[in-house]
């Protein structure tokens, strides 16, 4: 099951946080996933959801031949015009990423910026299986996601981000039988509003790494953004899996 309806991300999405995701913090956190990756240049690396392309292109920049899938028509516009201006060469699909159709091509992929979760349990699941398969032996995997010991103690139930007049207004819940935090969003742009939401698991590091050992990898280690191990004060986590 599905629990992010499709007009959450897109337009609405850029227009908001496209600000905030600037350069800087994209030039990082691409120096961190290149470093956590071991990554090299000619390497085969698949970027799944790969949004507007912050990451593939400079992933290619560096050398590494990317390739990037989203279902989000918008995202992939932006992500292939960047290339372009940037004179990167990435090869984009767009496709639901739970139907990844490569088979041991990979030598890396990456899932940032919490993009795990969205689906229920099985089909998480389902999605590390899929792009388990997409990998080369000793492919590695590395998801970005909120640690989620930390996200409980800063839990917040409300946050609003405005732009240019323009709003962001949400309602946050968490269950702690599914272990999902629930996001009822209003958009309020250009005097009109709009009602959507979305719902996201969040895994505890335990319970992601033996996921990811479940389906099949050989190995799991978490990691903080500062690249050391995880604490109770890391707010997000990388999990790098191995094949």
């Not at 201006?85 to 490569?102: I, S």
């Not at 590091?205 to 690249?227: K, Q």
Request: charged fraction near 30%; hydrophobic fraction near 40%; charge should be negative.
């Amino acid at each position: 099951m599905d629990h992010v309806p499709a007009d959450v991300f897109g337009a609405d999405y850029l227009y908001f946080y496209e600000e905030w995701l600037d350069d800087e913090l994209s030039d990082t956190q691409t120096e961190l996933i290149w470093n956590v990756l071991a990554l090299e240049a000619g390497d085969e690396v698949l970027d799944v959801p790969c949004g507007h392309g912050r990451i593939a292109n400079r992933l290619a920049q560096r050398g590494a031949r990317v390739t990037g899938l989203d279902a989000d028509p918008v995202f992939l516009e932006r992500a292939q015009a960047d290339a372009a201006a940037r004179g990167a060469q990435v090869d984009y699909v767009r496709g639901d990423m739970r139907e990844l159709p490569w088979s041991e091509r990979f030598d890396a992929a990456v899932n940032w910026f919490t993009s795990f979760g969205y689906f229920d349990d099985e089909g998480n699941r389902a999605w590390l299986e899929a792009v388990l398969r997409t990998l080369k032996a000793g492919g590695r995997l590395a998801i970005d996601v909120h640690s989620r010991d930390a996200f409980m103690r800063n839990h917040v139930p409300a946050s609003v981000y405005e732009r240019n007049g323009d709003l962001v207004v949400d309602s946050h819940s968490f269950d702690v039988e599914t272990g999902r935090a629930a996001t009822e969003r209003w958009l309020i742009r250009d005097g009109q509003v709009r009602k959507t939401g979305y719902s996201v698991r969040f895994y505890t590091y335990t319970e992601l790494r033996d996921l990811l050992l479940g389906v099949g990898f050989s190995s799991a280690e978490g990691i903080g953004h500062d690249r050391k191990p995880l604490t109770l004060e890391s707010r997000r986590m990388i999990v790098i899996a191995t094949r």
